[in-house]
């Protein structure tokens, strides 16, 4: 097990070195240039000189070694002298953003809280949803509540964000004037009053994405939940004389998990790489919201490194899901 | 005097009480919301309208303009003149007395040095200053004393009034920014995000590209504003959303560039909570007409440029019958609403400069099918389009994604074909379509096709820059990596000798009548340029909100001191 860890560590630095590679790359020859946001009033001698001083008139190899070294060296030199006010880093620049000028990982560093508190509790949200309607759902297949179940997993599934976002504004905030429209990111949680405000700005958002997460993973949870049932060591409990609870709950629940857990291991990346759309229509500062930003900014910075960290996150959820499938599953075993 | 008067005086009198002995901070907070939130306080070093915005409740300019577009003093004692003897004779030098006992944020006096520091700060070659053409032909900034400035100009500056003036060019901290002058001012996150300012109000939060908090400044010149003890600019989401914040819901009491679907626009404002106001500036909505052959055949390096005259856009009944098949009303009703007026002129404001150019304004499709028969353009073949020596009029007709303008693009080709001109429409991403990329085949100074649609404007009321740009030597070219605004490439030496006696020009009355002249030959004269719809910004202010006075001549926050909370 440690050996096969260990080997995939070593091969994921090359893949990601290559994935960096291609993302600057694609980034870079993308149509557009960071001065498109600017007025037309700005004469291009002006344009070309701000364009110099941003130094996105380097060759693009000269960027991407930069960017690395940036990346690779200045930015965890940074977070060392952060924590334990050493100098390691002296006045090396940082990875800055085109379009505010700030430091790529401060931005970043603000935005984090939001998007686990927001995207994270709807992903916990949706599982808790997920579960049990999976679980009632094959036990009782064909059932009326199984019929729901896939009614409202195949709306979750079809129904985009932007639709269910903008409809749940017009009926919790216009119309019973339940819920704000708009995140305040400053709301500072320190009393009862201003959790339940939290709690107020937290529901839209979460409503929206829960129902798209728990739409996916009840069904997950579902069909593993049927290949079980039809199991031999299923009957063989139920002839033990054992209740259906302890059939259910027990026996048959702990190894339909397994590929569930899997599954749920591999959406996480996606908690941190925010809900583009979501936060974007909720105001919720979160990362999602920046990459848009920054898209339309052409901040190649800020994209750069937004995609690479979501590279960098898949990967090690993608090995932490297979370590996981092996911990979990006795039969599994890497050599 | 009866009772019911002395009563009705007594009435009276409580409700001008509020105004009249307003304090600092005593309205709560304001919030506002951008739909693009704010990404820098820094105008020298970004150029995006939500960023100059926010900046200018914070940082201040000398002077700047009020909702008519005349001159005020902010930082100053009085708007310099050559009667008063701030400007010289002979126009090079410009003098500015700064307001006694005048204080930053911090409490540190404002001196000369801060306008001689921030100077320099925009003009370092290095620096990247987005404001740089407003710091053009000065020769020296200098203190004079302690509380005065003078700038001395290259040459005669007919209008002086650009450096320090208006939003975009505030007075920066000389203390707060030295060490961010040339190559470190990007790199000054700090002072480039939380700048000290002399404005009523102070940054206490910047989360970049979302929100900013600001409380009153301590220390703000008029010891009786602002009204509001705190502010908040939450930025992000879409115009829509913006506008259903203030209308619908009532979170945010103001909300900028709220420009919705017209039916979305009546919708909001039946429910009564706010109004929306629209300042007009000077944006106009154009079709620009290609003079050059864009054909895809001629070798790059000549394609679209004045070795190859255009096939049909040369002949001024062509233009000028595209225009008239055009209907402006209908245009602005479909597109802007509130938030729009047809137009005939580049130049719609200020009023003095604006051209009584109206002749456009009716559409008239019969007119323009009899212009083109007697230009010799008649269809010959009954495929429905015009020809003449072989040249089918058949346009490719460009502009940038924008739910909007596809909306227009129909429309035209519609009316155009009405006149038998057949139309190709193409929507390029608004990125590369500005983005100057010498590159692209798409960006809008290649102007690889022969009509393309885009709104411009001028900075501050002097549109004599604007129309320099249809000069002939502003024309993008292979040799010149395509930079230039005349995308056109439309010559007239008479047009550029009269934009030369424009800028040698002090009289204001006279330098008006040149605008206008200058404005009419690209548009009605020429057709070159086809003016659709002027647009002004939209926004939206809760009916609790008091003071707002929209302002298209600098920042709309102008008069943020004076707001208050309607009680």
């Known amino acids: 097990m440690l050996t096969f860890t260990l080997r995939r560590l070593l091969l994921a630095l090359p893949t990601l070195l290559f994935i960096s590679l291609i993302i600057f790359l694609l980034v870079d020859l993308a149509p557009g240039s960071p001065m498109s946001e600017i007025p037309l009033t700005v004469p291009p001698e002006v344009r070309q000189k701000m364009i110099e001083a941003l130094g996105a008139d380097q060759p693009v190899f000269v960027r991407y070694i930069l960017w690395l070294r940036q990346f690779f060296w200045v930015e965890p030199a940074n977070l060392i002298d952060g924590c334990f006010g050493s100098n390691l880093a002296g006045d090396e620049q940082r990875i800055l953003s085109w379009q505010s000028r700030a430091p790529v990982f401060t931005v970043i560093g603000q935005r984090i809280p939001q998007t686990l508190t927001v995207i994270g509790t709807a992903y916990l949200l949706g599982i808790a949803i997920a579960m049990p309607i999976g679980i009632y759902s094959a036990y009782r297949q064909y059932s009326f509540f199984d019929q729901m179940g896939t009614l409202v997993a195949m709306i979750g599934f079809s129904v985009p964000t932007f639709f269910s976002g903008t409809l749940f504004i017009i009926i919790f905030a216009v119309w019973l004037h339940w819920f704000p429209t708009k995140y305040d990111t400053t709301l500072l949680v320190t009393d009862w009053p201003s959790f339940v405000l939290q709690l107020k700005q937290m529901a839209m958002p979460v409503m929206v994405l829960a129902l798209a997460n728990a739409a996916a993973i009840s069904r997950y949870m579902r069909s593993s939940m049927l290949e079980n049932m039809g199991q031999d060591y299923v009957r063989t409990a139920r002839a033990k004389g054992m209740t259906e609870r302890v059939v259910v709950l027990k026996h048959v629940l702990r190894n339909s998990l397994i590929p569930v857990v899997t599954v749920i291991a591999l959406g996480i990346p996606s908690i941190f790489g925010g809900a583009i759309i979501t936060e974007n229509l909720f105001g919720v500062n979160g990362i999602g919201a920046a990459l848009i930003g920054a898209i339309h900014a052409n901040d190649l910075p800020m994209v750069q490194t937004l995609a690479f960290i979501f590279a960098v996150l898949i990967v090690v959820f993608n090995l932490i899901a297979d370590v996981l499938y092996g911990l979990l599953d006795p039969r599994i075993r890497y050599e | ?567």
């Open chain 2, 1 to 567: 005097m009866n009772l019911k008067s002395a009563l009705l005086g007594a009435v009276c009198a409580f409700a001008m009480a509020p105004a009249a002995f307003a304090e600092r901070g005593t309205d709560g907070e304001v919030k506002l919301t951008f739909p693009q939130a704010v990404s820098i306080m820094n105008p020298y070093l970004s150029s995006g309208t939500k960023d100059i915005f926010a900046a200018s409740m914070v940082v201040e300019p000398l002077a700047g303009y009020d909702d008519t577009g005349a001159l005020i003093a902010k930082l100053v004692s009085e708007i310099p003149s050559v009667e008063n003897g701030g400007i010289s004779e002979d126009l090079t030098s410009i003098t500015w007395k700064l307001l006694p006992g005048l204080l930053w944020g911090d409490g540190s006096p404002v001196t000369a040095e801060d306008v001689v520091f921030t100077g320099q700060y925009c003009m370092d070659p290095a620096g990247g200053c987005a404001q740089l053409s407003k710091f053009e032909g000065i020769k020296s900034i200098e203190a004079v004393d302690a509380a005065t400035v003078k700038i001395t100009f290259n040459a005669p500056k007919p209008n002086p009034f650009t450096a320090f003036v208006g939003s975009t060019s505030p007075v920066l901290q000389k203390a707060q920014f030295a060490a961010c002058l040339g190559a470190a001012a990007p790199t000054c996150t700090d002072p480039n995000s939380m700048p000290l300012g002399t404005g009523p109000f102070k940054v206490t939060g910047f989360t970049v590209n979302d929100t900013v908090s600001m409380e009153a400044n301590a220390n703000y010149r008029d010891a009786t504003k602002p009204a509001f003890a705190s502010a908040v600019i939450k930025g992000g989401g879409d115009a829509e959303g913006s506008a259903r914040a203030v209308m619908s819901t009532g979170e945010f009491d103001y909300a900028w560039n709220t420009q919705i679907a017209p039916d979305s626009q009546a919708a909001m404002a039946a429910e009564g909570k706010g109004v929306f106001v629209v300042a007009f500036g000077t944006l106009v909505e154009r079709l620009e007409m290609n003079m050059t052959d864009p054909s895809a055949d001629l070798p790059e390096g000549e394609r679209a440029t004045v070795k190859h005259p255009h096939p049909f856009l040369t002949d001024i009944n062509v233009r000028k019958a595209l225009s008239m098949a055009i209907d402006r009303q209908t245009l602005t009703e479909v597109g802007y609403g509130a938030g729009g007026a047809p137009t005939c002129n580049i130049v719609p404001a200020p009023a003095l400069y604006a051209s009584d150019n109206t002749g456009c304004l009716t559409q008239d499709i019969e007119g323009a099918k009899a212009l083109l028969e007697a230009a010799g353009w008649v269809d010959t073949n009954g495929d429905g389009i015009r020809e003449k020596d072989g040249k089918n009029l058949s346009i490719l007709y460009q502009s940038t994604v924008n739910p909007i303008r596809q909306d227009f693009q129909a429309l035209i080709k519609d009316w155009w074909a009405e006149i038998g001109v057949e139309t190709e429409l193409k929507a390029i991403d608004p990125s590369v379509f500005f983005g100057g990329d010498a590159g692209s085949p798409d960006t809008f100074q290649k102007f690889y096709a022969d009509v393309e649609m885009y709104a411009n404007n001028f900075d501050g009321t002097d549109p004599e820059a604007y129309l320099t740009q249809y000069k002939c030597d502003k024309a993008p070219s292979p040799e010149n990596q395509w930079q230039g605004e005349n995308m056109n490439r439309f010559c007239d030496p008479a047009y550029d000798a009269m934009v030369a006696e424009l800028s040698g020009t002090r009289d204001e009355a006279k330098r008006a009548e040149l605008a206008k002249k200058l404005n009419d030959m690209v548009t009605k004269d020429s057709g070159i340029v086809v003016p659709l719809v002027h647009r002004g910004t939209l926004s939206a202010h809760s009916n609790a909100l008091g003071g707002v006075k929209i302002n298209a001549w600098d920042s709309e926050l102008w008069n943020v001191a004076d707001w208050f909370r309607v009680k």
